[in-house]
């Protein structure tokens, strides 16, 4: 993999598939990475931890980085290029344009400025990248909505592609959290097929404490998304209630 700190330096060939990330990558990049190998001449990966899409400064300083590890996933995988500015690359001094999604549903609600720092850093992404497509996780279904409403609305070009959520083990929480967070995602399992699935899932949050549960429609999809807290830590998730992601 070749490692890549500035705009400059990013000469790309080919059709080029793009996964954003902000580091810590697990088994949920590396299938996004897999899939833009299929589709795509080229694999890029961004590692950018996006300072403007934080809203705590707690939550950005505490948020995990350790390049070594990732550039080995990244190398592991077959990424071809790893681009991984500092934060000036990306926001040099007197940066001042931003995108303002206006539709960001219960998670825009919960967390008021998220979506602009995530649009903005996406965007820019794409003007340096160039990709034919882009890769998000369903996991995060309101950042991919958003995404992929501003490729077109922007006419950017740009494939947003929207793939299933490969879980994997939070760094972030104690085994006694882990056990408790893993509520989330059975609670949500359990109430696809309910005729109420959002107040089944309610129902089996089991003391998890909800910020929001509620069903978003991801391009003809029907999934149930919630938040809930756990310690210090924000954990989201979804499930497809009703029809295919694409
Ligand atoms: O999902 C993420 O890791 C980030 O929100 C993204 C898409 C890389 C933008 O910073």
Known sequence: VKI?????ELLLEGEVGLVPTMGALHAGHVALFDAARTENDVVVASLFVNPAQFGEQADLARYPRDEAHDFAVAERA?????FA????EMYPAGFSTWVVPE??????????GHFRGVATVCLKLFAVVRP?????????????IVVRRMARDLNLGVDVRVLPTVRDVDGLLSPAERERALGLPR?????VGAADPVAAARAELNG?????????DLDG???????????????IDNVVVKGALS
């Open 187 to 191: 609670a949500l399992e359990n109430a």
């Open 132 to 144: 034919a497509r882009a890769y998000f996780g369903q996991k995060d279904a309101q950042q991919a």
């Open 103 to 112: 539709e960001t549903g219960a998670e825009g609600a919960a967390r008021p």
């Open 4 to 8: 890549v700190r500035s705009v400059s």
């Open 221 to 235: 999809a029907t999934v149930l998304a919630a938040a809930v807290r756990v310690g210090p830590t924000r954990l």
């Open 208 to 216: 998890l404490d909800p910020d929001y549960v509620e069903l978003l």
């Open 85 to 88: 500015p500092p934060a000036d």
């Open 78 to 82: 077959g990424v071809d290029v790893l």
